[in-house]
Nanobody, 123 residues
Framework: QVQLVGSGGGLVQAGGSLTLSCAASRSIVDINPMGWYRQTPGKAREFLATITTDRSTNYEDSVKGRFTISRDNAANMVYLQMNSLKPEDTAVYYC?????????????????WGQGTQVTVSS
């Protein structure tokens, strides 16, 4: 199992930048992938970006070229650098990781989520 804690959200003007951080409670070398999603009221959680253990990345089209995901395995951290922010980027941002849980009778591949951090972009 793993606990994920996201941080770094806040209020920023359009065109500004923020960096979100996600701290894991244990080593992330086997958490594959890790990523970020976001959600606004009344809408489903939206995929933003993922990064694999070999640092292959994948982005949702609307954030390509503006957002950059990275991971620091030594620090058990994942980051989302967000540039050129727009009001439509306003949402709660969630850190994500997929990992095997060997604590039960059988190994289980689980999805883990952070608690969410609010990002508000003013126009």
């Amino acid at each position: 199992q793993v606990q994920l804690v996201g941080s770094g959200g806040g209020l920023v003007q359009a065109g500004g930048s923020l960096t979100l951080s996600c701290a894991a409670s244990r080593s992330i070398v086997d958490i594959n992938p890790m990523g970020w999603y976001r959600q606004t009221p009344g809408k489903a959680r939206e995929f933003l970006a993922t990064i694999t253990t070999d640092r292959s990345t994948n982005y949702e089209d609307s954030v390509k070229g503006r957002f950059t995901i990275s991971r620091d395995n030594a620090a058990n951290m994942v980051y989302l650098q967000m540039n050129s922010l727009k009001p439509e980027d306003t949402a709660v941002y969630y850190c994500y990781g997929k990992a095997w849980d060997y604590s039960g009778v059988r190994p289980a591949l689980n999805d883990y989520w952070g608690q969410g951090t609010q990002v508000t972009v003013s126009s």
